[in-house]
């Protein structure tokens, strides 16, 4: 969603046509947009809501308008003031700290995201979708854009134009998760979710998720969790499945999160910082490719650097719809 006095601003009359027609009677136009996350196809991969504001509202607000678009996430977006050096953006290959910026500054953004009922500190998709938004519309002509959560620190998103020509994609910089080995099993949480499925291992993740490796994908895939016992039972955010992939997937996930209002994440870019350092120690490989194997389903290109202890993401997105909400 992008926030106006009245008037929309250059990129947008083309995406948001009705705006600037409505009569001075509505006091303030809220426009806004949904975008599907790590896919190129409509009503596939994880929808976003988008909201650029000019200044921040109160959080009641913001709790309000995502509870109304009613999509499991929705981020919210103010412009920094300044320009920053993108320095600390880095580039796989450069061989110094110039070559590492493609330019001498970025466009910075705070950015906070909530979903139907809560505000959680991190959410990888509706990152990408907001980076889709800014990139696409000519708002933000550069290559990179810095976004400031709530909580401190700095998430770089970066558009990489894809070799035909055709579009392109975002590429996330987000800290890898951490995870150890969980004793006793995780699975005793979860009685009912893995009554058929036995676990090969279980892990605790930095975000309070527990992570659990199952013996095929096909375990993954089939997998019919109750609900119910993940939103009652256990001190954790949620629980992320895992096993090894085929058919030119190195691995498949789910992940559900009923306790912050996500039964099930379609596509979940945070979950990956944790997944793919550990499949990357697994399979002895920097680079991967995921499969999110949810109904809607998504397609993550991943890379792990060890040594700056990031994970980058790369992934497709699709805007499905813009609009003006009148509040």
Not at 16 to 38: Q, R, T, W
């Amino acid at each position: 969603m992008i926030e106006s006095g009245g008037e929309i601003d250059a990129p947008f009359r083309g995406l948001f046509p009705l705006s600037h027609n409505v009569g001075a009677a509505c006091k303030e136009l809220i426009n806004y947009a949904l975008v599907d996350a790590f896919t190129d196809v409509p009503f596939k991969g994880n929808p976003a809501g988008v909201c650029i504001l000019s200044t921040w509202r109160k959080s009641h607000w913001l709790q309000q308008i995502a509870s109304e678009l009613n999509v499991n996430m929705t981020a919210f977006l103010v412009k920094k003031e300044v320009l920053e050096p993108k320095c600390n953006y880095t580039v796989e290959g450069a061989s110094s700290l110039e070559e590492k910026a493609h330019d001498s500054l970025i466009h910075a953004y705070d950015i906070r995201w909530f979903t139907r009922t809560s505000e959680v500190s991190l959410c990888g998709h509706a990152t990408l979708a907001s980076a889709y938004l800014l990139f696409g519309s000519g708002i933000v002509e550069g290559e990179v854009i810095g976004l400031h959560p709530k909580e401190g620190g700095v998430l770089y998103a970066r558009k990489v134009n894809k070799a035909s020509g055709d579009g392109f994609l975002v590429e996330l910089n987000f800290p890898i998760l951490t995870i150890h080995e969980y004793y006793p099993d995780g699975t005793e949480f979860f009685p009912n979710t893995f009554r058929s499925c036995q676990a090969v291992s279980t892990y605790k993740t930095s975000a309070n998720d527990f992570l659990v490796v199952l013996p095929s994908e096909e375990c993954v895939r089939t997998l019919r969790p109750s609900i119910d016992e993940m939103r009652e039972n256990g001190d954790f955010r949620g629980l992320i499945v895992t096993g090894q992939g085929s058919c030119g997937y190195d691995f498949v996930s789910r992940f559900f999160a009923p306790k912050v209002g996500v039964d099930e994440d379609p596509v979940c870019g945070q979950a990956h910082c944790a997944l793919a350092p550990f499949w990357s120690k697994m399979l002895k490989k920097s680079t991967l490719i995921a499969y999110q194997a949810s109904d809607r389903s998504g397609i993550l290109y991943l890379r792990v650097d060890n040594e700056s202890q990031r994970v980058y993401l790369q992934g497709e997105a699709t805007l499905i719809m813009s609009g003006i909400l009148y509040v």
